[in-house]
């Protein structure tokens, strides 16, 4: 067998750039797990052991399980009833933002007129748009359109979620409106010979072909609703009947008193969910924002 390499030549380069790749990925990962780990460490502390150190490891990890029943059986803050809140208000929101984004999307990818143009550039432009800028009107108008329509939108879910139908809508519609473009229009025209009407079409042939798309959207605003709290606060109040987590958690934190342990053990169970979804589905991100971005 003849081998042409010479002695000592190492059988694969080491590139320097794909070393220093490596090292900046790996010190990111360890800069950005930082906060989660001392999450985690002081969740199974109490409050005199976080203040006099907070980066050592846990005495006693049954610490945890104790802070959780406090957490639960607390009498101040209904924890239990702001979680359900958190996952009605996080489906309807979901629910509505896919529902209705990948409708509008569809309706400007397939009119293609002058118009269809403007009202994306209009949806694209919204997304720079920072929400301290609309928060105080955005209150204003909640409260005028509820008395108008008799129906209370601030301190309800239909409120909040409305609110998030809103803020949600152009990211949303953007990444719909990438991947419609790739959905061949033969099988519209299909259904439509052989008697689709156009809301059958869509529900019947073009979104279920969103599926990964919608996954896409569903992970992407889930965690901002999620972990939302301005937005909350502004429309629900901070002691209103409706509680989402972010706001339940800030109860612990008072004005001469912070329960550091009650509010990162809160912190704690309020991110599982969104972890335990993200880790399931990152999968369909990965594939549902390439297949967008190709037309």
Not at 191 to 210: E, H, K, N, Q
Not at 236 to 256: D, E, H, K
Not at 267 to 293: D, H
Request: glycine share 6%; with cysteine; charged share 10%.
């Amino acid at each position: 067998m003849n081998d042409n390499r010479q002695a000592g030549t190492p059988r694969f380069a080491v590139k320097p750039g794909i070393v220093l790749l490596d090292i900046m990925t790996i010190f990111l990962f360890v800069l950005f797990m930082i906060p989660f780990g001392m999450v985690v460490l002081n969740s199974a502390k109490t409050s005199r052991e976080i203040i006099f150190n907070a980066i050592a490891l846990p005495s006693d990890w049954g610490q945890l399980a104790v802070n959780v029943s406090l957490i639960l059986n607390n009498p101040t803050v209904d924890y239990p009833g702001a979680f359900l809140d958190s996952l009605v208000i996080t489906f309807f929101s979901l629910l509505v933002i896919v529902v209705f984004s990948s409708m509008c999307a569809w309706v400007l990818v397939r009119n293609k007129k002058i118009w269809s143009t403007v009202l994306f550039m209009m949806f694209v432009a919204a997304m720079v748009i920072p929400f301290q800028v609309l928060m105080y009107p955005l209150v204003r108008w909640m409260r005028v359109v509820g008395d108008f329509l008799n129906v209370p939108l601030l301190g309800t879910v239909p409120g909040i979620v409305f609110a998030y139908l809103g803020f949600g809508s152009p990211l949303s519609i953007f990444v719909f409106h990438g991947f419609i473009k790739n959905i061949p229009y033969e099988l519209e025209e299909s259904a439509t010979i052989d008697g689709c009407s156009r809301g059958r079409t869509f529900f019947s042939i073009v979104f279920p072909l969103l599926q990964p798309i919608i996954v896409t959207v569903l992970i992407l605003n889930g965690i901002w609703i999620w972990n939302d709290y301005l937005l909350p606060l502004l429309v629900l109040g901070s002691n209103g009947i409706v509680q989402t987590i972010p706001i339940a958690v800030t109860a612990f934190a008072g004005a001469y008193l912070k329960q550091w342990d009650l509010i990162l053990t809160s912190t704690l169970i309020a991110m599982l969910p969104v972890i335990i979804l993200y880790l399931f589905a990152q999968r369909y991100i990965i594939k549902g924002m390439v297949e967008g971005s190709i037309k």
